[in-house]
T-cell receptor, first 121, second 112 residues
Framework: NAGVTQTPKFRILKIGQSMTLQCTQDMNHNYMYWYRQDPGMGLKLIYYSVGAGITDKGEVPNGYNVSRSTTEDFPLRLELAAPSQTSVYFC????????????????????FGQGTRLTVV | GEDVEQSLFLSVREGDSSVINCTYTDSSSTYLYWYKQEPGAGLQLLTYIFSNMDMKQDQRLTVLLNKKDKHLSLRIADTQTGDSAIYFCAESIGSNDYKLSFGAGTTVTVRA
């Protein structure tokens, strides 16, 4: 039972480099999200997707891009890494009409990956 | 706009009750949530309350909702060392039940 899987767990980037954070879920969830977590700031929504082929901006989309070619995968792309993008990144998914694996039986329950700690130097 | 606020730290003695408070802004939120984050892990849903409820009890957890004041609280009875974690309050944003706005998280430390 994998749930939401993110790779890599840790990464150090140099300023100006690019990388893709991978996220995949096996719960047939319609909705997927990318958040960043900064100390004392809570989680900020970067991008989200309500289904394959559909993506939309969240609160802090600048410097990032996403795609959703399949239900399972929602990669996050950083094109020109900047120190301000040093953060912990979480992918999440939610809302299976069938109720999915939610123990709470709450369709809006968000399932999170373990996070990617990214440092830009 | 959406803005969820909560205190950053709470220290509690083992066996005592913990109370974590949160204020939110979106009066049209359908659900309000408490998520728990243990060290090195992602967030997990701890409990939630539907916006037309005042209280929800689930074993050691009690959620109180004051819609008039837009105030949400989480009480953990008989706090254990395993309850040490960061607790996030979250509200669903307007009619979009699937979009959440999170607070900064309250770090709860349980001391012996």
């Amino acid at each position: 039972n994998a749930g939401v899987t993110q790779t890599p767990k840790f990464r150090i980037l140099k300023i100006g480099q690019s990388m893709t954070l991978q996220c995949t879920q096996d719960m047939n969830h319609n909705y997927m999200y990318w958040y960043r977590q900064d100390p004392g700031m809570g989680l900020k929504l970067i991008y989200y997707s309500v289904g394959a082929g559909i993506t939309d901006k969240g609160e802090v989309p600048n410097g990032y891009n996403v795609s959703r070619s399949t239900t399972e995968d929602f990669p996050l792309r950083l094109e020109l890494a900047a120190p301000s993008q040093t953060s912990v990144y979480f992918c999440a998914s939610s809302y299976s009409v069938a109720g999915g694996r939610s123990l709470s039986k709450l369709n809006t329950e968000a399932f999170f990956g373990q996070g990617t700690r990214l440092t830009v130097v | 706009g959406e803005d969820v606020e909560q205190s950053l730290f709470l220290s509690v003695r083992e066996g005592d009750s913990s109370v974590i408070n949160c204020t939110y802004t979106d009066s049209s939120s359908t659900y309000l949530y408490w998520y728990k984050q243990e060290p090195g892990a992602g967030l997990q849903l701890l409990t939630y309350i539907f916006s037309n409820m005042d209280m929800k009890q689930d074993q050691r957890l009690t959620v109180l909702l004051n819609k008039k004041d837009k105030h949400l609280s989480l009480r953990i009875a008989d706090t254990q060392t395993g309850d040490s974690a960061i607790y996030f309050c979250a509200e669903s944003i307007g009619s979009n039940d699937y979009k959440l706005s999170f607070g900064a998280g309250t770090t709860v430390t349980v001391r012996a």
